[in-house]
């Protein structure tokens, strides 16, 4: 019974859910939530990532939004347009997604994921790319689900 109630709560929160820009002070939650995800803090990418470590210039700026639910973030998203490599013309990439496991499946990556592909959509682009462990079956799942498929390309990798 208590579970029932705890998840009636977390929709009932979704429902007030804010997809927004980052701000300074959403450092330190950004970094929990991605320590509690992936095991491994890394608080020098999340200041790049957010302009906290330097100054970047305005065109390198990478998109990030979080999702806050009551005041919390619970979601993260990051992308960025990277222009000719491999040959390719400009293209938004997704390199960060991710959702703290007590809110997934509701919604939250789904409407972070729209947020980005309207950004890059009034930006001209005409595709956006990510990358996926094949062995990440969930995350695999829900951007096939989104509409993305296999790319053109094999990433190729060597043990140093």
Known sequence: MVERTSARKRARA????LIRAPRAEDLEAIIALDTHIT????PEFWRHKLGLGGALPTGSRPLVRVAEVSGRIIGVLVGEVRSW??????TGWITVLMVDP???????????LAEALEYFREHGLRSVRTMVGWSDGDVLSFFTAMGFDRGPFIELEKSL
């Open 14 to 17: 979704i429902m007030s859910m």
């Open 39 to 42: 095991g491994e803090a890394k």
């Open 85 to 90: 490599e491999f040959h390719l013309p400009p």
């Open 102 to 112: 007590a809110y997934r499946r509701q919604g939250i990556g789904r409407r972070l």
